[in-house]
């Protein structure tokens, strides 16, 4: 009460009688209504505690009470009457609670349904349900603004229980109030009676395991502040629900939850290990004697480090750092349960964090000795978590690698030797996981990657088959053959899987005699039979004519049984084809093609049908039939040349298909002109140059899965990929070379029109061309070297002069290396074929102008030096190149510089081995090249120049252009074909063919380079085993003779902010103390400052100093008021403005209870207008601690795919809307 009311209700009693004052106190207390203001209530306080009366005293704390809940707080202006209206409210609060419905629940906790009467100010309120929520509401902030050391034990206790109620409404106003309301008593209250405590728990469980997002949010904020503020009860510690709860937070919480279940994990473990008795909830059992209480609270306080490294800071470059963590946590020296190793592990893995890091830590498991003293829980970690990772797809797609000759898959085989490695270490186990194993592909038996089913298979057989004491179990061998039938499983993945299961049941059946398991005996009888069936396979059988192993075993269904009626079909006609028909049959023939692919559309291509149709459609017999008959009647020739077609398309997409295509063009072809002609060659060639198929990557892992059938037993080496999908698509592609590089021996004009298409796309592209272009291919400009091999020699010099033109173009355009690299080549050629053109090289090379296309003056000195080294090159043409390049070595761009620096040892070696002495015994020349062979790069050339130089004699041939070096100059496109391709074609060929244009040329030498490349990424044991050692030696020294680093979530002082401007009034503060770089402090400096923020709050004002700060805030700093406050001291901070001054708290993080700004319409989200806005660190946002305190919490919707925003472009967007909504509110006011 101020002293002026009080002199004010002093000097109206005085002139008043005494007999009438009292009616006088009533007349005012009565009056006051809900216009009444504060002046009037504090008036009649002033009136009563002069004069004392109870109704009247009664009327007025009616009045404040009444105001309360209608949300005026009144009682400032009668303080003396506080501690009164607080009790009422809280008996207001308890009976609005009993008159509601406590039988409904949702998700097992208590719901408050408010459709019923509620009791408001001691009289029944029939109003609805929204006047009851803001009644109640109201009543309860009020609650946790006026709570005081001064409220008696039993209102408090009517509080609490109350509370406890109402947290769990459906309400989510009351439920957020009761929260706050209980946060304010806890912090009261030194200390509170087990019973209480009990009953606070049993909220919190209820809470924290409900379905609803909300709820959980409500258990878990309530139980971090219940651990910040008082010590539990030991029996509250000592129940397994208790730890449970904070692993489920930590497993399958947002950030938030994690961050709160982080702080409740560290308060707890401190609260833990000060009981002797509740030790063992913390420790390992394997350290439960040996570590100290100190010893394990630090390890606890490393393992939440590790966790917010992982799972919440995500920062690819930390989580590797953190790398010797795990292995510490994973050690017997490691005092941490197993349990949170594996909740650590299975959050690491959750689908939302990013697949770079869920692969390092994927990695690290199947890597590192993993501890298993937990069972139960690592094998539900195994089973839920790690299975479900291992085995997605795309692990095992994108680590596909040719290892010496053999497609392997990386990942496959890591998975493979991990789960036997598993099994041989932990034989205790070995039945558990290979049943989780086993179970886990059954529940998944069709919509499992077949792949991963067949390393899974591999690891279980590894490790079975490496140890008598692994012996597998009889049901796990039937589940093995289950899984082996399921349906959607590909032909060598199925093969694999069904020998795999057969060899393990003989295995077993031998050495368990007296068997009576018909799945076993069966599957042990069907291991003999295919062992009898592979001796009896020739090296010329396939898939498609002996069967598969599934197929020897397993009924055929109706599909398969039309498919081999197919293949029949077709063997039939090919048999009569080979008899030999006559020419009036073409008709007949002509209609049994079609009527066969029909069979094949209607079948939808099978596999075996597709491979065996090129012997028919481009049989000899039918082709020359054809060819006889495509004058009168070409009905035949247009069926041959579109099913040709068509076949061509079907294999861009089925590889294997290329091969048997190719091979019968190519046998067809060369035997005759007119065959070429009815088949139309060159449009064949043509597609296949600009449509070269690739190999897909399904086709690829059952190459992979073949390699391990081949490997199970010496007895399966016949079912390689071969014998299911026939010769390689590389064998198709040597054919295609072969028919190009005889054609000029067949028809010249074909090669001549081959050349000139192919060129004519090239010159006519659109400019600048796409370093990687879809239609442009390698195969196209080998086709075109080829045929401009053939062609050149016969052409006369006009022609090859404009030739010549259209390379030189193509040349100065093409970015490409390995592009750019065969067209140099056939440059090269036509020089040497045209020697009289060699002028025009020097016309090329003698421009001024170094700017305009510095690789393409570099591509012509390559050319020059390799015309110089061939036969038809003399003296002067060197000496004149020679001469061109001194000024090129000197040019001011650097490709040119370096280019005619490396050419000119090369150019001076020939011309001493030539005894040139124009140029050997200039001295300009010798002293060039004497100064370019003492750069020390020229010692040590990189790896370029050592791949790309040509030899226009000696690497003139067929095995250079498919499979030279020089392919190594990118990994745009991969070698199609290799020397072994053509030796395999050449000898299964007649020997009437026509002369090849390039010889075939000698093998390369193998490199090692793959396998070293390959290899270098997997680890030697040794080296593991030492790093793990390292690592793990290294955490413990670090924990026994370091303190421990600070984190975001730690606890340590709470006092108030003792420099803060408390006489500043302003709606809008915000807080960056959390955030580190002066960069970022700067911007967040200069949003606050544009869009009015009252104050910035940091750790240290004196970083508006730093340089990195001013270069972003320019001048803002002088603006604003930036003020000093603590990371630790937020918490106090803020909880004072909201509960002294009114402040919102608004957090910008990324939770479940987050709420999207800047929505249109009906999804405007409100910011208060008395804001305080908290900006979350560069690395882990916001800790627990501080979004405990936090009413609100917004994120920005995102269109993109990047995780995150700068903080002070967040801050910025949600300051813009903050102002936004204040102007839209002026406007509304003012309309």
Not at 750 to 763: F, Y
Request: aromatic share 6%; net charge negative; charged share 20%.
């Amino acid at each position: 009460m101020t002293g002026l009311r009080g002199k004010t209700a002093s000097l109206l009693l005085d002139r008043i009688p005494g007999d009438q004052r009292l009616e006088v106190v009533r007349d005012v207390t009565s009056s006051l209504g809900p216009k009444s203001s504060n002046a009037d209530v504090g008036f009649a306080a002033a009136l009563l505690k002069l004069q004392p009366e109870t109704r009247s005293r009664s009327l007025l704390l009616d009045h404040l009470q009444s105001q309360v809940e209608n949300g005026c707080d009144s009682v400032a202006d009668a303080p003396e009457l506080e501690q009164e209206v607080l009790v009422r409210v809280i008996q207001s609060i308890a009976q609005s609670w009993s008159s509601g419905d406590k039988g409904s629940t949702e998700s097992g906790v208590p719901v408050l349904d408010l459709g019923r009467r509620v009791r408001t100010n001691g009289i029944a309120n029939d109003s609805g349900p929204s006047a009851a929520v803001d009644t109640i509401t109201n009543c309860l902030r009020f609650a946790s603004r006026r709570l005081s050391a001064e409220l008696a034990e039993v209102p408090a206790q009517q509080l609490f229980s109350s509370c406890l109620k109402l947290v769990a409404s459906a309400e989510k106003s009351i439920a957020s109030s009761a929260q706050e309301a209980l946060h304010a008593l806890l912090a009261l209250r030194s200390q509170v009676s087990t019973e209480e405590q009990q009953m606070l728990w049993d909220r919190i469980e209820n809470l924290s395991s409900s379905n609803d997002a909300s709820h959980k949010t409500v258990g878990y904020s309530l139980w971090l502040r219940w651990t910040m503020e008082q010590s539990l009860d030991k029996s509250i510690l000592a129940q397994q629900t208790y730890w449970s709860l904070i692993v489920e937070a930590l497993r399958n919480g947002d950030s938030e939850k994690r961050k709160c279940g982080l702080q409740i994990l560290r308060s707890s473990v401190d609260m833990a290990i000060r009981e002797p008795s509740l030790v063992s909830m913390v420790a390992a059992q394997s350290n439960l004697n040996s570590s100290s209480t100190e010893s394990i609270r630090k390890q606890y306080a490393r393992f939440c480090n590790t966790f917010e490294t992982i799972v919440l800071g995500r920062y690819l470059n930390q989580v590797q750092l953190s790398e010797a963590d795990l292995d510490f946590l994973s050690s017997p020296q490691s005092a941490v349960k197993p349990v949170w190793l594996y909740t650590l592990l299975s959050s690491a893995l959750d689908q939302r964090l990013q697949e770079s890091n869920r692969k390092f830590i994927g990695t690290w498991i199947m890597t590192a000795n993993i501890r298993v003293d937990d069972a139960g829980s690592f094998i539900a970690f195994f089973r839920n978590d790690f299975i479900p990772w291992v085995t997605a797809g795309y692990l095992f797609t994108s680590s596909l690698r040719r290892e010496e000759g053999q497609l392997r898959c990386q990942h496959g085989d890591q998975l493979a030797t991990y789960i036997a490695q598993l099994l041989q270490s932990y034989s205790e186990l070995a039945g558990d996981i290979a049943d989780a194993i086993l179970d886990s592909m059954l529940a998944r038996k069709n919509n499992n990657f077949a792949y991963s089913m067949v390393y899974q298979v591999e690891g279980l057989a590894q490790a079975w088959e490496s140890v008598n004491a692994l012996e597998p179990q009889a049901g796990q061998l039937e589940k093995l053959a289950k899984i082996s039938t399921g349906s959607a499983i590909p032909d060598v993945a199925r093969d694999f899987a069904l020998a795999r299961c057969w060899k393990l049941c003989y295995a077993y059946k031998q050495r368990n005699a007296a068997l009576t398991n018909n799945t076993i005996e069966t599957s042990a009888s069907r291991w003999e039979r295919l062992q009898d069936m592979a001796k009896r396979l020739d090296a010329d059988l396939s898939a498609q004519t002996n069967g598969t192993i599934a197929s020897s075993a397993l009924d055929p269904s109706k599909r398969e049984i039309n498919e081999q009626a197919a293949l029949r079909k077709c063997a039939d006609l090919i048999e009569t084809l080979d008899r030999g028909v006559d020419q009036d049959e073409a008709d007949r023939h002509n209609e049994r093609v079609n009527d066969l692919w029909s069979d094949m559309e209607y079948l939808e291509y099978p596999k075996a049908l597709l491979i065996a149709l090129p012997k028919l459609v481009l049989h000899p017999e039918l082709v020359a039939m054809a060819s006889v008959t495509a004058s009168s009647d070409d009905a035949l020739a247009q069926t041959l040349v579109v099913k040709t077609q068509a076949l061509l398309e079907q294999a861009d997409r089925r590889s294997y298909l290329l091969a048997p295509i190719v091979s019968a063009i190519r046998d067809v072809a060369l035997s005759s002109p007119e065959a070429a002609s009815t088949l139309k060659l060159e449009d064949l060639i043509v597609y296949i140059a600009e449509h070269p198929p690739t190999t897909t990557i399904d086709s690829q892992l059952e190459e992979t899965a073949s390699v391990l059938l081949q490997s199970m037993d010496t007895s399966l080496v016949r079912f390689s990929y071969e014998y299911y999908f026939g010769e390689r698509a590389s064998h198709g592609f040597a054919a295609l070379i072969d028919i190009t590089n005889r054609l000029g021996n067949l028809d010249i004009a074909l090669a001549e029109n081959l050349l000139k298409r192919i060129l004519k796309k090239w010159v006519k592209q659109r400019l600048p061309p796409p370093t990687v272009s879809q239609w442009k291919t390698s195969l196209q400009l080998q086709i075109m070297l080829l045929c401009a091999e053939q062609y050149l020699p016969r052409a006369n010099e006009t022609e090859a002069r404009k030739l010549l033109k259209d390379f030189y173009h193509i040349l100065s355009v093409e970015p490409l290396p390995t592009l750019r690299y065969i067209i140099e080549w056939t440059i090269a050629k036509a020089y040497i074929h045209h020697p009289s053109l060699g002028q025009t090289i020097f016309d090329e090379l003698s421009t001024k102008d170094h700017h305009s296309n510095p690789k393409f003056l570099a591509s012509l000195m390559k050319i020059g030096v390799t015309i110089a080294k061939t036969s038809t090159s003399d003296e002067a043409f060197a000496m004149r190149l020679a001469t061109v390049f001194v000024p090129l070595a000197a040019s001011s761009k650097v490709v040119i510089r370096h280019e005619a620096q490396w050419q000119v040892p090369i150019l001076l070696d020939h011309a001493c081995e030539k005894q040139w002495r124009s140029i050997i015994e200039s001295t300009a020349f010798i002293a060039l090249d004497d100064f370019i062979r003492s750069l020390e790069r020229y010692s040590d050339p990189p790896v370029d120049r050592q791949i790309d130089q040509l030899d226009p004699i000696s690497d003139h041939n067929l095995t250079h252009l498919v499979s030279g070096p020089w392919w190594n100059l990118d990994q745009v496109e991969q070698r199609k074909c290799q020397h072994s391709d053509f030796v395999r074609l050449l000898a299964s060929s007649s020997p009437a063919l026509p002369a090849p244009c390039l010889l075939l040329g000698s093998p390369l030498p193998s490199s090692t380079t793959s396998s070293a490349t390959a290899n270098s990424t997997q680890e030697p044991a040794d080296a593991a085993v030492n790093r793990v050692r390292r690592n793990v030696n290294t955490i413990s020294s670090t924990l026994t003779s370091t303190p421990l680093p600070s984190s975001a979530l730690q606890t340590k002082g709470t006092s108030y902010l003792a420099t803060r401007d408390a006489t500043r009034a302003t709606s809008l503060l915000v807080i960056a103390s959390l955030v580190d770089n002066p960069h970022n402090l700067g911007g967040l400096s200069r949003v606050s400052e544009i869009f009015g923020a009252g104050a910035l709050y940091v750790t240290n004002p004196t970083v508006a100093s730093s340089k990195d700060f001013v270069a972003v805030s320019v001048s803002s700093h002088f603006h604003l008021p930036i003020l000093a406050l603590p990371p630790d001291d937020i918490p106090s901070f803020v909880a004072e403005k909201r509960k002294e001054e009114g402040y919102t708290i608004v957090g910008i993080e990324q939770t479940d209870r987050s709420v999207l700004i800047g929505g249109d319409g009906k999804e405007v989200v409100a910011l208060p207008e008395k804001c305080i806005l908290v900006v979350g660190s560069e690395r882990e946002g916001i800790p627990a601690k501080v979004l405990s305190e936090c009413g609100m919490l917004v994120e920005i919707e995102q269109v993109g795919v990047t995780r995150s925003l700068n903080v002070q472009t967040a801050a910025g967007i949600v300051l813009a809307e903050y102002v936004r909504q204040r102007r839209v509110e002026k406007r509304e006011r003012a309309t």
